[in-house]
């Protein structure tokens, strides 16, 4: 975001202009205010996606003004600048809602960094908030979060099959948000104001799942005293989402085959068929082409559910989405728990969005939860989170075992992981002089510090120069 905007306040006319000049060189448009006093009509006139605060100016303290900005625009990323480098000053800037922190003096490359980190951040956000205005407007998508290319393609998908009563078999790992999408094509159809009713293929006996399913007179069964009418008719003029359905055994599948086909229903210990009007959504977390091939799926029954086929992609596979789900979580669970939604630095985000996250959305949803309710500062860091995720990070011996996936994805991870390893080695050989590295490597200094922002390495070991 080269267009970014970035105000930087400090009393020193020499710091201003060296700022002002280092980021002008990477385009970015800069303001610069050398009287804190005038900070808070100079804000408004600037409206800046980054600030670079000094801690310590005559005529207003840098913690003051700080808590001026943030009153003004809660969501805007700030850097404090300080020479007087003390861990409680750090810690009460982060707690009072810093960005980050640098200490003077620093290196040019120390202030790019951490200026990119705080412009994709504030990007992000904003990609939040757009989102949500856009949820508000769309009521069927209210609990989708997603902005990625993959989930942009699966809701234009759903736009487009929903209107119709056609068949929807959706796939997907377990946590991805199958039942999610289904409930989203339900109430984008005409049959939005009939009943959604979703079954749980995998959690009931076949016994006792086909008597939910179809209903029974009474007497069909011992406890069969009264009539009970099936999810099938419960759903009618409505929506039947059948959730596991490869769980269901060969004599099920071929049963519900039939009523699919006849739009009636007979009960158990019943004579007569009842017609029905119920959409049938189905997922399975298997390869629906996988379970085919190994009979756990009945090709007749596959083939007449598998009319429009839905792939909810994994959370792996939409990482530009991970910052917008957790920022949505942690705010849903900071009202619940009446806290204050917590700030995630760069590492922790960083780390967050290299995991693997086997639990798909729903880990991350519990993870959400677990960091809000157990946050005492307001803010999350690396050492907050579970081993597991800094342990993939950091390649520990126990980090998540890599599970195959398609050519393009591993090659992309392999792709990445030797850039983070080679950027690492290559800082660590030229003591974090980025611009040195840089020549070495045949590299633009803008490359470097593109990866940098981006997490390539958060472990740099730059010293002032």
């Known amino acids: 975001m080269a267009s970014a905007r970035v105000f930087i306040v400090d009393d020193e006319p020499a710091m201003l202009a060296n700022c002002e000049r280092l980021l002008a060189l990477e385009g970015y448009t800069c303001h610069a205010l050398a009287d804190p006093t005038r900070f808070r009509t100079a804000l408004g006139e600037v409206q800046p996606?980054?600030?670079?605060?000094?801690l310590r100016m005559p005529g207003a303290d840098g913690m003051?003004?700080?808590?001026?900005?943030?009153a003004d625009d809660p969501g805007l990323p700030v850097i404090m600048m300080t020479a007087y480098a003390t861990v409680a000053s750090a810690v009460q800037a982060i707690r009072e809602g810093a960005f980050d922190y640098l200490t003077k003096p620093f290196t040019a490359d120390q202030l790019i960094v951490a200026v990119e980190r705080a412009v994709r951040y504030r990007s992000l956000t904003a990609e939040n908030r757009a989102l949500r205005e856009l949820v508000t407007r769309d009521v069927a998508f209210e609990h989708i979060v997603g902005a990625s290319p993959p989930m942009l393609r699966l809701l234009d998908q759903v736009r487009k099959v929903a209107p119709s009563d056609a068949n929807v078999l959706i796939s997907g790992e377990s946590g991805t948000g199958k039942?999610?999408?289904?409930?989203?094509?339900?109430?984008?159809?005409t049959r939005r104001k009939g009943p959604f009713v979703p079954v749980d293929c995998a959690a009931l006996p076949e016994t006792l799942l086909e008597s939910e399913l179809f209903g029974y007179e009474r007497g069909a069964f011992t406890g069969a005293v009264t009539r009970k009418e099936g999810l099938l008719l419960e759903g009618d003029g409505g929506t039947l989402f059948l959730d596991e359905i490869t769980e269901l055994g060969a004599g099920l599948q071929s049963k519900l085959l039939r009523t699919l086909e006849e739009r009636k229903v007979r009960r158990l210990g019943g004579t007569s068929l009842i017609e029905v009007n119920t959409r049938v959504l189905a997922a399975t977390n298997l390869d629906p082409e996988a379970a085919l091939s190994t009979g756990k799926f009945r090709p007749d029954l596959y083939y007449r559910l598998n009319v429009v086929h839905l792939r909810v992609p994994p959370l792996r596979a939409r990482q530009d989405d991970i910052a917008l789900l957790l920022?949505?979580?942690?705010?849903?669970?900071?009202?619940?728990?009446?806290?204050?939604v917590p700030r995630f630095s760069p590492d922790a985000l960083q780390a967050l969005e290299t995991y693997r996250w086997p639990g798909n959305v729903r880990e991350l949803?519990?993870?959400a939860q677990r960091l809000v309710l157990l946050d005492e500062d307001g803010r999350v860091t690396l050492a907050d989170l579970p081993d597991a995720v800094r342990g993939w990070t950091e390649g520990e011996p126990d980090a998540p075992p890599l599970r195959f996936v398609p050519y393009e994805e591993a090659r992309a991870q392999a792709l990445a992981a030797f850039r983070s390893a080679y950027v690492k080695r290559l800082?660590?050989?030229?003591?974090?002089?980025?611009s040195q590295a840089a020549r070495q490597a045949g590299l633009s200094r803008r490359t470097l510090h593109r990866w940098l922002a981006e997490?390539?390495?958060?472990?740099?070991t730059e010293r002032p120069r």
């Not at 003051?64 to 900005?69: E, K, R, S």
């Not at 039942?179 to 159809?189: C, G, P």
């Not at 800082?427 to 980025?434: F, I, R």
């Not at 997490?455 to 740099?460: D, K, P, R």
């Open 49 to 54: 996606d980054v600030l670079l605060l000094d």
């Open 64 to 70: 003051t003004v700080l808590a001026a900005a943030l």
């Open 179 to 189: 039942e999610l999408i289904a409930r989203a094509i339900h109430l984008h159809s």
């Open 327 to 340: 920022h949505t979580f942690a705010a849903e669970f900071a009202e619940a728990f009446s806290k204050p």
């Open 365 to 367: 949803r519990n993870l």
């Open 427 to 434: 800082l660590a050989q030229h003591d974090g002089n980025v």
């Open 455 to 460: 997490g390539a390495t958060t472990n740099t």
